[in-house]
């Protein structure tokens, strides 16, 4: 799953080495508009309900953590 | 009574000494009677304006809380609970919630909408009622008093609702604490629009005597002091004369463009200026409040110099009207219509396209009631959204002109661009009224004179050789200062690293130069902020 993430966040910008980047929100590496696209494409790819509370830096700072965010909210499901 | 006013500092002396003198659990008690003294001051009857909210702002958060922990404690009494009837109870909960939710955010929104826009509202369809032929002035305009930060307050006020109704954190139980979040006296003027998960907990905590935060706080304040009365205050009557109706036909475009740049200098002046002083005097108490500015002249595009000019603004709105909308249900389906027929691409373009004019309107509305801040909402839309749908047309034509994208001189070029692009929409909050602003731009264009100094000589508002050469010079210092924090030196921690008699012989120039150089109204106090009127 983290793989298809990254090729997700890559396919939004292809300039940042996911693997080892962990503050893409703290540092103002992805804005709200990468936010809105990589939500819907993550909706998409994993048929996932992403709400306004999962919206926090913690969950979309690193590729890892968005990958244990998908993984909660399908648990959820 | 003006953060720079004289009154205002002997107001804060006697908080500062008795804050640290009672006894710590107090302190917060005495931060709100404080605040609502300060607020008196302003005015009795607005008071009640600040009160009203403050009370429904605590029963709605008390009313979703009680129903959430109703919600909890028939799950728990109920611990082999069938799934159905689990999401049946949770999704009643979220609507009763909702509704509470909804009702006072509309409340909230009324108020502000009556005291502040009405009048606008009865002009508007004065005007229509004429052109239709009927009566002028046929509706009566109200002539409310605006409450002081009631846009700052009231956006404050509906972030916790939101935020209770969201289950972010806890209702805060006690009427009081919460009075002081929204009252809090040195950030009601203007804000910094904070969130009570943030600031309403350290108004609330006992604080010790910092020696750090006392020189920190101090340094902070008197650096605001620079900019809003050596600086904005020093500029402010040029630029008024220059966009003020009488001088619009004696004036050439290049003078125009001059006051433009000038009025950029003085509202960053101004705003932030404001802000420093709020943020130094929070910080004497052991209270960080959140940054609003971050050099924002230094933005290499529109969308960037939105995070950093305003930014708990920007913040407020991307949180409870960005995300929301681009997550909504019917933003969902207009992108799949659009997947289904143009492809993901534009899926993903239109929604970003979209929401920013939402967004930007909402920005210019909340600055006032006036066709020229809708006209500022949708230019500053326009270029964002614009600059997100034609961002892979830049990428390519960079490519086909090589242009080195990573290069120094690229970088200065687009801040130098995206400050011009800015100007113009601050020339839309300056002239008088929405058609002498575009007719203003339109003259920036055509009407050349380069000797633009003799013009301000000649007809009177030329600030004067010695005046002249006092601006220019604090503007560099400010532009050295920025530049310095703009590549990530911390100027206060600086300071205070350096030797005793250094470091206060630095306090004492600053503090001169503020005395001897700012610009004092009449029994010294200095002119309103800007902002304050928002």
Not at chain 1, 25 to 48: A, H, P, R, Y
Not at chain 1, 58 to 68: H, L, M, Q, V
Not at chain 2, 65 to 82: D, G, H, T, V
């Amino acid at each position: 799953m983290l793989d298809r993430i990254i090729e997700i966040l890559q396919g939004i910008r292809d300039d940042i080495d996911y693997y080892s980047e962990d503050s893409l929100i703290d540092d103002g590496l992805l804005d709200s508009f990468d936010i809105v696209g990589l939500v819907s494409e993550l909706k998409d790819e994993f048929d996932i309900d992403i709400i306004i509370d999962d919206l926090t830096p913690a969950n979309f700072n690193s590729a890892e953590s968005i990958c244990a965010l998908v993984k909660k909210l399908q648990d959820e499901d | 009574m003006a953060l720079t006013s004289f009154n205002f500092l002997c107001f804060l002396a006697v908080v500062l000494v008795l804050y640290y003198i009672v006894p710590k659990r107090f302190q917060w008690m005495l931060l709100l009677v404080a605040s609502y003294a300060f607020y008196l001051y302003s005015g009795v009857a607005q008071v009640f304006f600040l009160l009203g909210t403050t009370l429904v702002t605590y029963g709605s958060g008390m009313l979703m809380q009680k129903r959430r922990n109703r919600y909890k404690a028939e799950l728990s009494a109920e611990p082999s609970m069938e799934k159905e009837k689990k999401q049946a109870l949770k999704k009643k909960t979220a609507a009763d919630i909702h509704k509470i939710q909804v009702l006072t955010v509309v409340l909230d929104l009324v108020v502000l909408a009556v005291v502040k826009y009405s009048d606008f509202a009865i002009k508007n369809i004065n005007d229509v009622i004429k052109a239709l032929g009927g009566s002028k002035d046929a509706l009566p305009g109200l002539n409310l008093i605006v409450p002081l930060g009631i846009s700052f307050y009231t956006f404050m006020a509906m972030g916790y609702v939101i935020d209770i109704g969201r289950g972010k954190y806890e209702a805060e139980k006690n009427p009081a604490k919460l009075a002081l979040f929204l009252s809090f006296f040195p950030s009601i003027v203007q804000g910094p629009i904070s969130r009570f998960d943030d600031v309403g907990k350290k108004l609330v905590e006992q604080h010790k005597l910092n020696y750090e935060n006392i020189t920190y706080g101090a340094q902070l304040i008197m650096w605001g002091f620079f900019k809003k009365l050596v600086i904005a205050d020093r500029v402010a009557p040029v630029v008024s004369e220059i966009f003020s109706v009488k001088m619009f036909d004696k004036l050439s475009g290049t003078t125009m463009f001059f006051g433009m740049l000038c009025y950029a200098v003085q509202i960053y002046c101004d705003f932030s200026g404001g802000i420093d002083i709020t943020r130094g005097v929070a910080q004497m108490m052991g209270i960080e409040l959140p940054l609003n500015f971050e050099r924002p002249y230094f933005s290499t595009s529109v969308a960037e110099y939105w995070r950093r000019w305003h930014i708990t603004l920007g913040a407020w709105m991307r949180e409870y009207v960005f995300y929301p909308i681009m997550l909504s249900k019917p933003m969902s389906k207009l992108s799949k219509k659009v997947k289904d027929k143009h492809g993901q691409k534009a899926a993903k373009y239109v929604p970003s396209v979209i929401t920013p004019f939402i967004v930007f309107i909402l920005i210019g509305i909340w600055h006032g009631a006036n066709w020229r801040y809708v006209a500022f909402g949708l230019y500053n839309a326009v270029i964002v959204a614009g600059s997100v749908a034609l961002e892979p047309v830049f990428k390519k034509m960079a490519e086909k002109l090589h242009i080195n994208t990573e290069s120094k001189g690229w970088k200065v070029f687009k801040i130098v661009r995206t400050f011009l692009i800015l100007g113009i929409s601050k020339i839309l909050v300056k002239a008088a009224s929405l058609k002498m602003a575009l007719k203003t731009i339109v003259k920036i264009f055509t009407s050349f004179n380069l000797a633009f100094g003799s013009e301000m000589v000649k007809y009177g508002f030329d600030l004067g050789y010695k005046n002249n050469i006092v601006l220019g010079l604090a503007v560099l210092l400010l532009f050295i200062i920025s530049l310095l924090q703009e590549n990530g030196v911390k100027i206060r921690e600086s300071v205070g690293k350096k030797f005793i008699v250094v470091r206060w012989l630095l306090y004492f120039l600053l503090l001169i130069i503020i005395l001897v150089f700012g610009i004092y109204g009449p029994e010294y106090d200095a002119a309103s902020f800007i902002y304050q009127t928002y």
